[in-house]
Structures are given as C-alpha cells and as structure tokens.
C-alpha cells in the first residue's frame, strides 16, 4: 500500500525580492508620474500662446520633448489629454474652496464662502481667456456629461459634505442633500457663465449675492415647517389670520340665509300639519259628543 503524497508547501517568497521588487514598482510608477505630468505641462503652455485648445498630438510631444510612442503609452488621445486638464482643474478648484471656505464659523457660512467662490472661478473675465472651461468643457457636456460629472466629483462631494452639516445643524432642510449640492453648483456656475439680464434699455448680471439668497431661499424655504430646527410658523399665520376682517360679513351673510329659509319652511309646516291635526279633533270630539247624546237620554227617560 503506497502512501499517499503530502501537498507541496509553497515556499515564501525572500524579503529581500519583495523589497526589490516594490522599490522598482515605485521607480516606474514616480517616472510615469513625471512624464504625464510633461505632458499635461506642454498642453498647458500651448493653450495659453494660442488661446484655444485646437493643437495637435505631435505640437505637445514635440514641447514635451519625449516621444509619440511615450505619449501614447499614457493618453488614448488629444481628447482624454485634455480631460485629464479638466479634471486637474476642478481638483485644484476644489481644494481651494475646502481651504478658504473652512474660515467660516458653521456650515452655512462655509456653504455661502464656498457659492461665492465658486461663482467667482467661474465668471468669464475680459483678457483672461480660460479655453478649456469656455471650448472644451462645453463640448464635453454635449458630447461626454458622463465625463463631465465625474471631472465635478472632488467639488459635489465637498459641497455635499457642507449641505449635509447645515442639515444637521438646524441651518437647512432637504431629504437628498447631494441632489440639493449639485443643484447649488450649478446655479453657481451657469449664471456665473450666462450672459446679464437686461433691465430696461441696461444689462444687469446676476451678482454672487442673488445666487446665493436664491440658493439660502431654496435651503430653507420649503422645509420650513417640516425641519426639526422648525420653530414657531410665523411666515404661515399671517395666511391663517388674514381673513379674519371679512368673518363677521360672513356670519351675517349666514344668519340672514338662515332666518330666509326658516321663514320659508315654517308655513309650509304649518300649511302640511292643520289636516291633520282637524282630523285628530275631529276624532278626539267625537266621543265627548256621543257621551253628551247619552246623558240627555237618559235624564229624558228619568
């Protein structure tokens, strides 16, 4: 009877390749790092000598100074080259905003800095052109918004983070406050963008103080008797107790309909009820007539 083997056991693997092996994994990553970072730097200076985001592959590999075949090992295109500038753009927006905004002494308060913030990155300025929010960022919400919302991910999630404290302290109401921060991103950034409003024979654009009333109005205002830092509903009574002027007008109006149609009913009730009660005399009569026929009877016979 043979024996039956044992498992091989898997020896493991020295310390020292490991640490090899990490050190060089750590190398290759920091070089791919500072390639991708030549990249993005050349498109960066191409964009503003042009002012526009319309170069090509072999203008950036040639300011770069590395090769095609490099560039391609990194970025499928022109097109994901220019997102991975986007995206670098909203993360450093968003750390910012996080860093400036933490002056304010509770969540609404940083919620307001970070609108006004916000609003002001993303006003258009005379002489500063921004090609890659005004061309290519536009182009991206037509073409690619799947892309656009997750190039806005580090910004939503701050925002999110500042709706979800003011909810918790009292300061604002809302069920999804993540629907409720996107919301105030985008009012911020497209009215930001969008052209002034005429007033009269005047452009009047929107300040950052309108965005941010209309945004307080939409944070507290639907909620307000539903939130639990609620207190006493005085913007609803005035609703409740204004037609109290017209009450008395009314109740005459009703007392007089009353006493109309009492009047009306009673000699209908009358005119219905005197049959019957004739009828019932009648009846009650006629036995104290037949007992008084009786009594002459009977003191005739006597």
């Known amino acids: 009877m043979s024996a039956v083997p044992a498992e091989p056991v ?7 390749r490991q640490r090899a092996v990490e050190r060089s994994t750590r190398a290759a990553k920091l070089r791919a790092e500072q390639r991708v970072q030549r990249f993005l730097d050349a498109a960066q200076e191409l964009i503003a000598d042009k002012g526009t985001t319309d170069f090509t592959v072999q203008e950036v590999v040639e300011r770069s100074r590395q090769s095609l075949r490099s560039f391609y090992q990194h970025f499928d295109g022109k097109h994901e080259l220019l997102l991975a500038l986007f995206e670098d753009a909203l993360s450093t927006s968003a750390a910012e905003i996080r860093e400036k905004a933490a002056a304010g002494r509770d969540p609404l308060e940083r919620l307001k800095i970070a609108v006004d913030l916000l609003y002001g990155s993303s006003t258009p300025r005379k002489g500063q052109q921004s090609p ?4 290519f960022a536009i182009q991206l919400l037509v073409t690619h918004p799947d892309q656009v ?5 580090p910004l939503l999630a701050y925002f999110t983070e500042l709706v979800e404290e003011a909810v918790a302290a009292g300061q604002a109401v809302t069920a999804k406050p993540r629907r409720t921060a996107s919301l105030i991103m985008q009012t911020a950034m497209f009215t930001a963008q969008a052209p002034a409003a ?3 024979a005047h452009p009047s654009p929107i300040t950052a103080e309108e965005v941010w009333a209309f945004c307080l109005g939409g944070l507290r205002g639907p909620g307000t008797a539903q939130g639990p830092a609620a207190t006493a509903p005085t913007t609803t009574a005035p609703a409740t ?4 002027e017209d009450a008395p007008a009314t109740k005459t109006t009703a007392t007089k309909a009353t006493a ?6 009673a000699p209908a009730k009358k005119t219905t009820a005197t049959p019957q009660k004739r009828a019932a005399a009648a009846k009650k009569a006629a036995p104290a007539k037949k007992a008084t026929t009786a009594t002459k009877a009977a003191r005739s016979q006597a």
Request: no cysteine; hydrophobic share 45%; charged share 15%.
């Open 10 to 16: 898997e020896t493991p693997e020295p310390a020292w």
């Open 132 to 135: 890659l929010f005004t061309d």
């Open 149 to 153: 919302a997750t190039a806005h991910l």
């Open 198 to 200: 005429p007033v009269g």
């Open 241 to 244: 107790t204004a037609p109290a």
């Open 260 to 265: 109309a149609t009492a009047r009306k009913a």
